[in-house]
């Protein structure tokens, strides 16, 4: 159990244009989503929180109306790069917390496996 | 803010081998520990995790590692490597509220 799907898993766009990234959480609810994005070299770093039905929680340098991030219902959160650049190219992860458990902050998070955005 | 610190970026080893990776983080409070690793063309999978009690944690496939609070590491392990070992490990933390901070990763090579 506790699978994360993302997709797509590559996209190479122009640039301008708007990419959109989706990560499903495919055997569990997650109230909880998390998103990252990796430089080549790199370690994870976290862009933003989302949660179910409420604004995205966005880290310090991360701008909110480029990363779009919408998390409708407990098993789909959205990521949408609004006009992009080269800058932005990328490998992003999602992850997720299980839904429920009194210890929320003790959750394990699940990972997706990744979508690589090229812009040109 | 807090840091994570993984010493060794890139380690090669002998099947067979000892194995241990370290990790520092710079939180003084209380944290939960954890190391994922990632298999070539696979995603971030959860090794272990130390959340309380017994500072010697025991993971998947014959990983273990130490929490040594007073040294703030927290120290992947494994005795005998072999060549489906071959990832690399990521160190990470939290302070709590679910937001995780992750080491930059130490890629592993096992050597048949």
């Known amino acids: 159990g506790a699978v994360v799907s993302q997709h797509p898993s590559w996209v190479i766009c122009k640039s301008g244009t708007s990419v959109k990234i989706e990560c499903r959480s495919l055997d569990f609810q997650a109230t909880t989503m998390f998103w990252y994005r990796q430089f080549p070299k790199q370690s994870l770093m976290l862009m933003a929180t989302s949660n179910e039905g409420s604004k995205a929680t966005y880290e310090q340098g991360v701008e909110k109306d480029k990363f779009l991030i919408n998390h409708a219902s407990l098993t789909l959160s959205t990521l949408t790069v609004t006009s992009a650049h080269p800058e932005d190219s990328s490998f992003y992860i999602c992850s997720a917390n299980r839904a429920g458990g009194a210890l929320v902050s003790t959750d394990t998070q699940y990972f997706g496996p990744g979508t690589r955005l090229t812009v040109l | 803010a807090q840091s994570v610190s993984q010493h060794n970026h890139h380690v090669i080893l002998s099947e067979a081998a000892s194995l241990e990776l370290g990790c520092n983080y710079s939180y003084g409070g209380t944290v939960n520990l954890f190391w994922y690793v990632q298999y070539p063309g696979q995603h971030l999978q959860l090794l272990l995790k130390?959340?309380?009690?017994?500072?010697l944690v025991k993971g998947i496939k014959g990983f273990e590692a130490e929490f040594i609070k007073s040294k703030f590491s927290f120290n992947l392990r494994k005795p005998s490597v072999q060549w489906s070992d071959t990832a690399e490990y990521f160190c990470?933390?939290?302070?709590?509220?679910?937001?995780?901070?992750f080491g930059i990763g130490t890629k592993l090579q096992v050597i048949p």
């Open positions: 130390y959340f309380s009690g017994d500072p």
């Open positions: 990470a933390v939290n302070e709590g509220y679910q937001k995780v901070t």
